[in-house]
């Protein structure tokens, strides 16, 4: 009898053992999550240019232009805001997430990295145009996909 009990309590320790480890889990999950759709997200707009990048982005998202200046909002003020910049074919904007993290939450996160401007000229060599930092924000939305909520960023300093 003595015996069952000991086995009983050694599975017991074992259970909530693992149910902490499972508490603990979903935030490594959300940050992989969260670095994958950052991937995709940069994916989607090399192939799809402004549809695909606009296509990551919530109704409400807000976006500031690495160069500076005010908030827009909404996805309207954002491909406002950035035409220009998919507009022309020969350019790609291109980044790599480097982190990214979950809020306590666990239906928003971030992701951080570095872009480039990549001028690709029909004859010759792939050409950097500019450099910089990124933060984005996003939220889990009702389909169960990352959406972006904020993005925005910093340019390089040019080199000398």
Same mark, same amino acid.
């Given at each position: *009898?003595? #015996? ?11 259970? /909530?053992? +693992? ?5 603990? #889990? ?6 992989? #999550? ?17 549809? /695909?990048?606009? &296509? @990551? *982005? ?6 500031? &232009? !690495? ?18 910049? @998919? ?7 291109? +980044?790599? !997430? ?11 996160? @971030? ?7 990549? &001028? ?11 450099? /910089? ?6 939220? *889990?939305?009702?389909? /169960?996909? +990352? ?6 960023? &910093?340019?390089? !300093? !040019?080199?000398?």
């Amino acid at each position: *009898m003595k #015996q069952r009990w000991i086995v009983a309590l050694v599975f017991l320790i074992g259970i /909530g053992g +693992w149910a902490i480890a499972q508490r603990e #889990q979903p935030k490594a999950d959300v940050k992989t #999550q969260l670095l994958d759709a950052d991937r995709a997200f940069a994916k989607t707009a090399a192939e799809k240019g402004l549809e /695909g990048w606009l &296509s @990551f *982005m919530t109704d409400d998202a807000v976006r500031i &232009s !690495p160069l500076g200046g005010k908030a827009h909002v909404g996805k309207a003020a954002i491909k406002e805001l950035d035409a220009a910049l @998919f507009a022309d074919a020969k350019r790609l904007l291109t +980044w790599e !997430p480097a982190d990214g993290g979950a809020f306590a939450d666990g239906k928003h996160g @971030f992701t951080t990295g570095k872009f480039k401007i990549l &001028s690709k000229p029909a004859e010759g060599k792939e050409e950097v145009v500019r450099t /910089g930092a990124y933060v984005t924000w996003w939220r *889990m939305g009702e389909d /169960g996909r +990352w959406k972006v909520i904020l993005d925005t960023g &910093s340019v390089d !300093p !040019p080199k000398p």
